[in-house]
């Protein structure tokens, strides 16, 4: 169970609580999470590029519904919460939490809290500029296995493909976002 795991891998054991010092709670051991900080850090700056403003082409393919178009417009990124998150910067200035690394998994996740749900995951990691997340989302209502593809093609150019896990086992394409830098 995940307590018992915690505490006998060694990255937690009984101390004072923050709130009642008198009071012995499980607390992280700091020679167990102390370099923590910077692995999280070095990885964040894996995404750094990503920071500024972009311009983008939402490609989708015709369907037995509707024919194929392309959704164009722009988007700004910048590293929020003290360099642990990538983030989407809404025109107002809200930054929005989207992109992270969790040390303790040494896995990438990808949330989106706002119109659509989900946590996708990157166990990998950016491999040859193309890191890949996937999990449960739940799209406008619809709830799919997810897949998305990202892919940095040069300092001021790129892309993601989203997937959904069919019926059958195999990923068809659902749509592709192609940003280059303004």
């Not at 999470?33 to 910077?38: M, N, R």
């Not at 929005?96 to 990438?108: C, E, K, L, N, Y």
């Not at 989106?112 to 209502?141: C, K």
């Amino acid at each position: 169970m995940l307590i018992e795991q915690l505490f006998s891998s060694g990255v937690m054991t009984m101390g004072p609580s923050k709130a009642d010092p008198a009071r012995q709670v499980g607390v992280f051991r700091p020679e167990a999470v102390a370099h923590l900080p910077a692995l999280r850090a070095a990885e964040i700056e894996k995404f750094r590029w990503i920071v500024g403003d972009w311009n983008y082409e939402n490609r989708v393919p015709a369907t037995q519904c509707n024919p194929p178009y392309t959704d164009t417009g722009s988007s700004r990124f910048g590293i929020c919460e003290n360099n642990s998150w990538i983030c989407a910067i809404a025109p107002g200035g809200k930054e929005i939490r989207q992109i992270t690394f969790d040390p303790f998994s040494r896995q990438w996740i990808y949330v989106l809290t706002q119109g659509s749900y989900g946590m996708l995951r990157s166990p990998q990691g950016w491999a040859n500029d193309r890191i890949v997340f996937a999990g449960l989302m739940t799209m406008l209502g619809i709830d799919c296995q997810w897949r998305m593809t990202w892919t940095r093609q040069s300092g001021d150019a790129f892309a993601f493909v989203n997937e959904e896990l069919g019926p059958d086992g195999s990923w068809s394409y659902i749509d592709e976002w192609q940003f280059t830098r303004k």
